[in-house]
């Protein structure tokens, strides 16, 4: 290639100068990201995080009282996890996105299907997307319409992002929601419930099997022998360490999503990625078996709400929603790297 470097690849380069020692050879980084030059807001925070406090230099005494120095990253390593192409920080909110959210709200209420589907859903794409600070405007929209509910809407909207592990992965649910708590009124904060609602149980694989057959009918069992096929703990994971202790709800949960707004949190996490089409397909047909089989009833979302969100125009209505949130976000923040080779 001719002509400048990038700025993007410039960044890179000087991050892994800086961490190449005696023996190692600096290498070019990643891909430059895609970048709308139209977005001022919305972008990953590049600024370096601070450095390790103090208490991580100095001596210490560990559980059989031996003496030691902990071990201390060098500022180079430190730089290169930080390194501004490495987009390690969460996303920040931009300056209308409370607008886009009342915009969802007023949708979902011209088709009454009352508060928890739009929530749900965008909760669900907003936390793919890594934006805490959007999670807290999102809550603020939320609460000014719920009035006295503000606890039950907060509550909700943490389940959400627990269930959010299942297709996100832990660091994001696990940030996220640690900002989250950190943001709300005190009051509504000190008010949410503190004991588990989930437990490891005998019944938690049986829970998780009813809940894959009831989503992937009539292909259940020859999904489960495809994911065998991919690695043999596929299925002994997926069934009894998603599905069944976390997707599935617990039996007597106050917070309890409903076999309807599962799918439709499955299908917000995996359209807001990208990248993941078949997964989307699966749970948007996931989302009608829902109706067809019965498995809603017993959720909050009366029978027309299900009928509706589980047709093509409900399933329709998911999908452009979370489209609207990514858009108003910067883009996907999961794999939207174009690569330089």
């Known amino acids: 290639m001719s002509g400048s470097v990038p700025r993007f690849h410039q960044q890179s380069r000087a991050a892994c100068r800086a961490f190449s020692g005696p023996g190692s050879a600096g290498r070019p980084g990643p891909a430059r990201v895609k970048c709308d030059n139209r977005r001022t807001m919305g972008q990953h925070d590049p600024t370096p995080a601070p450095a390790a406090p103090a208490a991580e230099e100095r001596d210490h005494k560990d559980k059989h009282g031996r003496r030691g120095t902990m071990s201390k990253l060098s500022p180079s390593l430190k730089a290169l996890i930080n390194a501004p192409f490495a987009r390690p920080g969460p996303v920040a909110a931009p300056r209308g996105m409370a607008d886009v959210y009342r915009?969802?709200?007023?949708?979902?209420?011209?088709?009454?299907?009352?508060?928890r589907p739009w929530l749900a859903i965008s909760t669900a794409a907003t936390l793919t997307l890594n934006s805490p600070d959007a999670l807290a405007v999102l809550y603020d929209v939320a609460a000014a319409q719920a009035g006295a509910a503000a606890t039950q809407t907060a509550e909700l909207m943490r389940e959400v992002g627990l269930k959010c592990i299942s297709f996100n992965g832990i660091p994001r649910t696990i940030n996220?929601?640690?900002a989250?708590?950190?943001?709300?009124?005190?009051?509504?904060a000190a008010s949410l419930s503190t004991k588990p609602a989930r437990a490891p149980t005998p019944h938690d694989a049986d829970a998780g099997r009813r809940l894959w057959d009831s989503i992937y009918a009539p292909f259940e069992a020859k999904l489960v022998a495809k994911l065998a096929r991919?690695?043999?703990?596929?299925?002994?994971?997926?069934?009894?360490?998603?599905?069944g202790p976390l997707l599935a709800d617990p039996p007597g949960h106050r917070v309890a999503l409903g076999r309807v707004l599962t799918s439709a949190v499955a299908v917000a996490c995996l359209r807001a990625q990208t990248g993941v089409a078949p997964q989307v397909l699966s749970h948007v047909f996931g989302l009608r078996k829902a109706w067809e089989d019965g498995t809603w009833r017993g959720g909050e979302e009366d029978e027309d709400v299900v009928r509706w969100l589980a047709g093509d125009e409900g399933a329709a209505w998911v999908l452009r929603t979370v489209d609207g949130?990514?858009?108003?976000?910067?883009?996907?923040?999961?794999?939207?790297?174009?690569?330089?080779?």
């Open 176 to 178: 996220c929601l640690n």
């Open 230 to 243: 991919a690695h043999p703990d596929l299925p002994l994971l997926i069934l009894g360490s998603h599905y």
């Open 325 to 341: 949130i990514v858009e108003a976000l910067g883009g996907s923040s999961f794999g939207n790297m174009e690569s330089k080779l």
């Open 103 to 115: 915009a969802i709200a007023r949708d979902a209420a011209r088709g009454k299907l009352g508060a």
């Open 180 to 188: 989250f708590h950190a943001s709300l009124p005190r009051d509504v």
